[in-house]
């Protein structure tokens, strides 16, 4: 019954997310689906009826326990100005994946599990194992994970270096520390009882309410801000083969005939106010391959506009398209 409440209650969380808050960062909705699908799975452990039942539910339990305190310990990072370049991040999650591959196929192999046997009892269905060299593996990166945060964390507060509240900040080390502490409790009073479903559900919960606080009140993905940003600057997206990607609503008002582009095919050769005012200029700039920022003004219904041609980056130093930003000139 209690995995079940723990599992109605992130689905709850994760609903509420995905309808109710904007402007998420991709972490916290990744982590929200794995304690999602972990929690899941330890409520269909809770109610399996036979050993086969029970190995499967397992298996979906670890996508919890691989993946939640690594995608976490990304999210305190972010929280605490902490940069993880991205290569980092793939062979955190390689190492991961690699483990958990290792719980897939651990009723074939001993190097997980070395034995599994199906206990039923009472407060439901649970398994009773001993344990292989990759497990030791599994606990030692577990291990690695919570010491990280709680140091990230820790150093943020003697910093005075994070998005949110030096009040938050304290709280979610309080709760990382307390995580710590009853998931070790846990194993070495060896009870049958798993604490990780119910403290993921609850560190989420409260890395949630973090990150609504730091959007509602953020210069860059508060909502009102950033429409406001939208009514006032047009911007116009290609890709680096001029592939015409995506405009704003202000940017059709100031050249109308972007309802008729097509997404996905080049500039139309003929016509238009882009054409008139702004692809020869754009035209260079790609042409010139220059690195900055290029400036044009032009003057459009009596109203003098400042349109900025620059490169698109996503993630490292190479373009992957342009950017078009026209603003109305200052003065």
């Known amino acids: 019954m209690l995995y079940g409440i723990c599992f109605l209650l992130s689905i709850l969380i994760f609903l509420h997310l995905i309808i109710n808050v904007k402007n998420m960062d991709v972490n916290v909705i990744v982590l929200n689906m794995v304690v999602v699908v972990g929690n899941g799975g330890y409520y269909a452990l809770s109610e399996a009826q036979n050993l086969n039942e029970a190995i499967l539910a397992n298996k979906i339990t ?8 690594m995608i976490m310990f990304i999210v305190l990072c972010d929280i605490c100005k902490i940069v993880i370049k991205n290569r980092l991040k793939i062979i955190l999650y390689s190492i991961q994946v690699i483990i958990y591959l290792f719980v897939c196929f651990s009723d074939k192999n001993t190097l997980f599990y070395k ?54 900040i304290k709280a979610l080390l309080i709760l990382y520390l307390s995580a710590a502490v009853l998931y070790f409790a846990e194993r070495f009073a060896n009870i049958n009882f798993e604490i990780m479903p119910f403290v993921f559900t609850v560190i989420d919960f409260f890395v949630i309410f973090i990150f609504i606080n730091i959007t509602k009140f ?93 490169n698109l980056y996503f993630a490292g130093s190479k373009s992957k398209g342009y950017s078009i930003k026209i603003t109305r000139k200052e003065g």
Request: one cysteine or more; charged letters at 20%.
């Open 62 to 69: 670890y996508i919890l326990g691989c993946f939640a305190p």
């Open 115 to 168: 034995t599994v046997d199906f206990v039923k009892s009472g407060a439901g269905g649970y398994l009773v194992k001993s344990y292989g060299i990759v497990h030791t593996i599994y606990i030692i990166t577990l291990c690695a994970y919570m010491l990280s945060g709680i140091f990230v964390v820790g150093v943020s507060i003697v910093r005075k270096r994070h998005k949110s509240s030096a009040a938050n």
């Open 218 to 310: 953020s210069a860059y993905s508060n909502p009102v801000i950033m429409e406001q940003i939208n009514r006032e600057t047009a911007f116009i997206i290609f890709d680096k083969k001029l592939i015409y990607k995506s405009s704003n609503d202000y940017a059709l008002t100031l050249f109308p005939e972007l309802s008729d582009w097509e997404i996905g095919k080049k500039i139309p050769g003929n016509g238009g106010r882009f054409n008139t005012f702004l692809r020869i200029d754009f035209m260079n700039f790609v042409n010139e391959g220059i690195n900055g920022r290029m400036v044009k003004y032009f003057n459009l219904a009596d109203i003098s506009y400042r349109a900025e041609f620059d």
